[in-house]
Structures are given as C-alpha cells and as structure tokens.
C-alpha cells in the first residue's frame, strides 16, 4: 500500500509518525505534498519519506489524506479530481465539510472516509471520529482506522453525529490547555514555581482522565470519591459551580458546533 499526504501541517506528520513508528509502511510507501520546500525539507530530513510540491502525487498512491485547511479543500480537490480514480481511497480530515460537499467538488463518484483528529495524536493519545461513505467496504475502513490507530483511538460514527465532534474531542485539547493553564496559575499564586506547577496540573489531569477510560465508572462517581464530607474538594466543587464551570463548558462547545455547523 502507498499513501499519500496533501498537506504536511501537524497533522499529517502526526499521523505519519505514528505509522513509521508502528512499522505499518516503509518510508518508501509513503510520498507528501507542501505548498513551501522549507516544509518538505524538513519532513524529509525527519522521516526520510518521498515529498513534492506536486499534489499530482495523489495518482501514486492508494489512500489520499487531504491534510489542509478546509478553505483550500475545495481549490486542492479542483488540482486532482482528473487523476483520482474509484480505486483509490479519499480521506478528509476537515471539520464542516460533509461527504456530499467533498463528491461534489471531485464530480464523480469516489471512494471517502470523513475523519475528525484532533492534536494529541502528535503524542500518540488522539482520538479520531471515522465516517465512512456507502462506497467503502468494511477492509478499506479497516485500513483507514490503523493508520490513525497508530497515533491513538478511533471512534467510527454516522455522519449526522460528526459535525458534534469537533466540539467534544476536535477541539477540546484546547480547553484542557486551559484549564491547566489555569490549575497552574493558582499553583504559582499559593507559592509552588511555576514550572513544578505544570508538571503537577497536567499530571492531575493525565491520571484523572486515565480513571475514566480504565476503570469505565462514571465521572461523577470518580468525582465523589474524592469529594469528602465537609472537606477542601467539596468546598473548590462548590466554588466551581457558583461561577458556572459546567455552564461555560457547554457554552463554549455550542459555540464550536455552531462554528463547525457553519464551515458545511
């Protein structure tokens, strides 16, 4: 199998790296496009793959990421539909851009799997939405989940659930950065250096997050075990909900699906 990225952002190298590191394909199996060389140059020097500034690289391989920005995917896909075949496996990693959207600007039928990663791939912990469409047989999809099986999990879903996603896991690293951030700050402001404070933060978070997933219990049932009768967690839970912790998550979320709602 060879494969093909258009697009050498985060991103792409996440998933890239993840593969090389999991022994899936050789450097030689794998060939990406960039708009700069200083890019390609870099990438290649880093993984030793094939790169170009020819996004005709898509006629060389089997699976295709479209791994840009999603104003450019249309520009992009007008570049390769004439070489495209109904063979080849097309994957978008855009939010917004539905199935529909995508077929339209290639104007023929063609093989596409919708997905939706989000950065901690670059670390190996990502979480990726899959949608597949009707066209893709079940081995195809297979091959599509390894790939971003290497840099963390996957989660396949139908299409009327996956503008969500972004959300909830799409951007939410972001979120996360930021309540750490915060965490941190009131670390320094009680005297703990800063630097000793981040370690801690983020610690806390990893460990609580790991919780959820290992032990399958509810969060909240996580979180009233450490909340002691009369103690210092009920009184910062407490404190939290007087200045609407829950209901700035949720605003800030709806304000990302309107978002993505908009990009369709």
Known sequence: MRLGFIGCGNMATAILGG??????LRPDEIIASALHQT?????KETYHIHTTTDNCLAAQADIVILAVKPQFYEQVIRGI??????????????????????TGWFGKSIKLIRTMPNTPAMVGEGVTAVC??????????????????????TEIMPERLIDAVPAVSGSSPAY??????????????DGIPRTQAYR?????????????????????????????????????????EREGFRNAVLAGMKACSDKTKEMR
Do not use: N, W, Y
């Open 19 to 24: 593969v090389l590191k999991k022994g899936l």
């Open 176 to 189: 996360v950065f930021m309540f750490i951030e915060a965490l941190a700050d009131g670390a320094v402001r």
């Open 81 to 102: 539909r004439d070489i495209i075949t109904e063979t080849q496996l097309i994957v978008s990693i855009a939010p917004g851009k539905s199935i529909d959207t995508i």
């Open 200 to 240: 801690l933060a983020a610690q806390a978070v990893l460990g609580s997050a790991k919780m959820v997933l290992e032990t399958g219990r509810h969060p909240g049932d996580l979180k009233d075990m450490v909340c002691s009768p009369a103690g210092t967690t009920i009184e910062a839970v407490a404190a939290l």
């Open 39 to 43: 890019t390609l140059d870099r990438v």
């Open 132 to 153: 597949p469409a009707g066209s893709v047989t079940d081995e195809e999809l297979k091959e599509v989940c390894a790939l971003f099986e290497a840099c963390g999990t």
